[in-house]
């Protein structure tokens, strides 16, 4: 056959619309996820079209370091050792007062398991919808690299217009493939429910003041996100005796012992110079009045009641005050 003498046009989009249109493809595309099962832990960062951060982990907070939440941190320590050895284990939902410890809990874990395979993956709530691809990228990692991934989601909490919530619903439990043996998802709320509850929704219900047919669905979709999660564990606000145990605890892991180096420590509360830090850290909750000295008692006291309440986290911080303004009095005294 004779062959087509007509020439072949080309056509090219303008330099300008190729531009815009690979600014659009990435920006829709979210990029291929790699992960590396020897990196501890990664923190998705930059939206939808982000990638895997890897994170350089402190190991320096233990399971033992955290007081007052032993109920909690056993339930936890449990689930997670099952997961480990490949035993069903179930998502987790920690809810309850700020500043209890739900995100130290993980970090401890991280801790006291990176060496059995526990990897850690920290999103945000805004990114959950890339929450699926990581899953298929652990999915994709060799059987054999002995690693279990807890996919981290501090803070979780939803509004009614946030539709977001139903990609984290897939994944916890409703598709094909959610049941999984390399993926557990950890989340902390202080919403209990994740989503908002109004009173509207009941008192519409109760005068038939609502245009829905079944109005009592609205009320199960509110509740079932966080029935996907199998374990709840709930943190409460806390006495003061654990409070001041907790500060005592944290002072004592201080290299230059601030219980002791305080200049005005009271006579009576001389044996606790003579304590070794390792017996320091076994004080129980009973006998803490005791062995705080009485000028760091009554300054921790003033601290939580200037927080607005007593919480591990505000025990943590004062003692990052006390031992702070202690070592810098030291310094300028010998200057």
Same mark, same amino acid.
């Given at each position: 056959?004779?062959?087509?003498?007509?020439?072949?046009?080309?056509?090219?989009?303008?330099?300008?619309?190729?531009?815009?249109?690979?600014?659009?493809?990435?920006?829709?595309?979210?990029?291929?996820?790699?992960?590396?099962?020897?990196?501890?832990?990664?923190?998705?960062?930059?939206?939808?079209?982000?990638?895997?951060?890897?994170?350089?982990?402190?190991?320096?907070?233990?399971?033992?370091?955290?007081?007052?939440?032993?109920?909690?941190?056993?339930?936890?320590?449990?689930?997670?050792?099952?997961?480990?050895?490949?035993?069903?284990?179930?998502?987790?939902?920690?809810?309850?007062?700020?500043?209890?410890?739900?995100?130290?809990?993980?970090?401890?874990?991280?801790?006291?398991?990176?060496?059995?395979?526990?990897?850690?993956?920290?999103?945000?709530?805004?990114?959950?919808?890339?929450?699926?691809?990581?899953?298929?990228?652990?999915?994709?990692?060799?059987?054999?690299?002995?690693?279990?991934?807890?996919?981290?989601?501090?803070?979780?909490?939803?509004?009614?217009?946030?539709?977001?919530?139903?990609?984290?619903?897939?994944?916890?439990?409703?598709?094909?493939?959610?049941?999984?043996?390399?993926?557990?998802?950890?989340?902390?709320?202080?919403?209990?429910?994740?989503?908002?509850?109004?009173?509207?929704? /009941?008192?519409?219900?109760? /005068?038939?003041?609502?245009?829905?047919? /079944?109005?009592?669905?609205?009320?199960?979709?509110?509740?079932?996100?966080?029935?996907?999660?199998?374990?709840?564990?709930?943190?409460?606000?806390?006495?003061?005796?654990?409070?001041?145990?907790?500060?005592?605890?944290?002072?004592?892991?201080?290299?230059?012992?601030?219980?002791?180096?305080?200049?005005?420590?009271?006579?009576?509360?001389?044996?606790?110079?003579?304590?070794?830090?390792?017996?320091?850290?076994?004080?129980?909750?009973?006998?803490?009045?005791?062995?705080?000295?009485? /000028?760091?008692?009554?300054?921790?006291?003033?601290?939580?009641?200037?927080?607005?309440?007593?919480?591990?986290?505000?025990?943590?911080?004062?003692?990052?005050?006390?031992?702070?303004?202690?070592?810098?009095?030291?310094?300028?005294?010998?200057?």
């Amino acid at each position: 056959m004779p062959q087509s003498t007509k020439p072949v046009t080309n056509y090219a989009l303008p330099d300008h619309l190729l531009d815009l249109l690979g600014q659009y493809l990435q920006e829709q595309v979210t990029p291929i996820i790699e992960i590396d099962p020897a990196q501890l832990a990664y923190r998705w960062v930059s939206g939808h079209n982000g990638h895997l951060e890897p994170l350089a982990v402190n190991l320096f907070l233990s399971l033992d370091d955290l007081h007052g939440i032993d109920i909690q941190k056993a339930k936890l320590v449990q689930n997670t050792r099952q997961f480990l050895k490949g035993h069903p284990a179930n998502h987790v939902l920690m809810t309850g007062t700020r500043g209890a410890g739900k995100s130290s809990l993980i970090r401890a874990l991280l801790q006291a398991y990176h060496s059995e395979g526990l990897r850690i993956i920290e999103i945000a709530r805004d990114d959950l919808r890339v929450l699926d691809k990581i899953r298929a990228a652990i999915n994709a990692l060799p059987a054999d690299c002995g690693c279990h991934y807890v996919v981290y989601c501090d803070d979780l909490a939803f509004n009614g217009q946030d539709e977001s919530y139903r990609t984290l619903k897939s994944v916890l439990d409703g598709s094909l493939d959610s049941e999984q043996d390399k993926l557990l998802v950890y989340a902390t709320s202080n919403r209990r429910h994740l989503l908002p509850q109004l009173m509207k929704d /009941n008192v519409n219900i109760y /005068n038939g003041q609502t245009d829905e047919v /079944n109005p009592y669905e609205t009320i199960d979709e509110t509740v079932s996100l966080s029935d996907r999660f199998g374990l709840w564990l709930s943190f409460h606000p806390m006495d003061q005796n654990t409070y001041l145990h907790i500060v005592h605890h944290y002072l004592s892991l201080s290299p230059n012992r601030s219980i002791d180096n305080t200049n005005d420590v009271k006579a009576n509360d001389a044996k606790v110079n003579d304590n070794t830090a390792s017996d320091t850290q076994k004080v129980g909750v009973e006998t803490t009045n005791n062995t705080l000295p009485d /000028n760091i008692r009554a300054a921790a006291l003033r601290w939580a009641s200037e927080r607005g309440g007593r919480s591990g986290r505000v025990a943590y911080q004062f003692s990052r005050y006390w031992i702070g303004q202690t070592r810098l009095a030291a310094e300028d005294s010998q200057s």
